[in-house]
């Protein structure tokens, strides 16, 4: 079974920040936070990882919190493009995927 | 990214017959591939894992008779469907670790299987 648990659904305006939370409340010492997304009928598309200190790349911003036992993935600048569901996941040697958080980028 | 891919990307076919799925990693080469399964509505499931040059390991209430996985070479990895049932009919996904970034997956663009 997942270990994390995510809101199911989230809404944002195209050109704000969404903000996707994450709670990994029995995370381990050596397990690495790693975000998904997939999008309808799509393969899951890897986003960002990160084991204690904050992420940025290309794609989206990933803040873990001091005790790690929660996460937020920030994408800056929403588009319509970006509505998919959002797996936070805690891994070491594969992944179990949760439910995600649905989330739907409006105009 | 890396890049996987797979083929078919859709099959149809008749119940009872078997269906082959694979998986290749275009761009590097994965010692280790995974399988899942996706219905309707609900959140990718792990299958099994698998390892080149050895056997399969399935995830508990996965069938390694009904469903063999081979991965015969660094770049590919084949699921075969035997004997398929209508209740086998799903979104089958691959995934492939990138030994160049650690314990990264990368996913291919997903299979969808109907069984008639």
């Known amino acids: 079974d997942a270990k994390t648990t995510q809101p199911t659904s989230m809404d944002c305006a195209e050109g704000r920040a969404a903000n996707l939370p994450c709670n990994h409340s029995?995370?381990?010492?050596?397990?690495?936070v790693y975000w998904y997304r997939q999008i309808h009928s799509q393969g899951p598309q890897y986003i960002i990882h990160?084991?204690?200190n904050n992420e940025t790349n290309e794609m989206a911003s990933l803040i873990i919190t001091e005790d790690r036992k929660s996460s937020t993935l920030i994408l800056p600048h929403a588009t319509l493009r970006d509505t998919a569901v959002y797996y936070c996941i805690d891994h070491t040697d594969k992944l179990i995927f949760g439910t995600g958080t649905r989330l739907q980028v409006f105009p | 990214g890396a890049v996987v891919s797979q083929h078919p990307s859709w099959v149809i076919c008749k119940s009872g017959t078997s269906v082959k799925i694979e998986c290749r990693s275009l761009d590097f080469q994965a010692t280790t591939m995974f399988w899942y399964r996706q219905f309707p509505k609900q959140s990718l499931m792990l299958m099994a894992t698998?390892?080149?040059?050895?056997?399969?390991?399935?995830e508990q209430g996965v069938e390694k008779d009904k469903f063999l996985i081979n991965h015969a070479s660094l770049t590919l990895s084949t699921l075969t469907v035997t004997s398929a049932h209508p209740e086998d009919s799903s979104f089958y996904i691959c995934?492939?670790?990138?030994?160049?970034?650690?314990?990264?997956?990368?996913f291919g663009p997903g299979t969808r299987l109907l069984v008639l």
């Open positions: 698998s390892n080149e040059g050895s056997k399969a390991t399935y």
């Open positions: 995934s492939a670790r990138d030994p160049r970034t650690g314990e990264t997956q990368y």
């Open positions: 990160g084991l204690k």
């Open positions: 029995t995370i381990s010492g050596n397990e690495y």
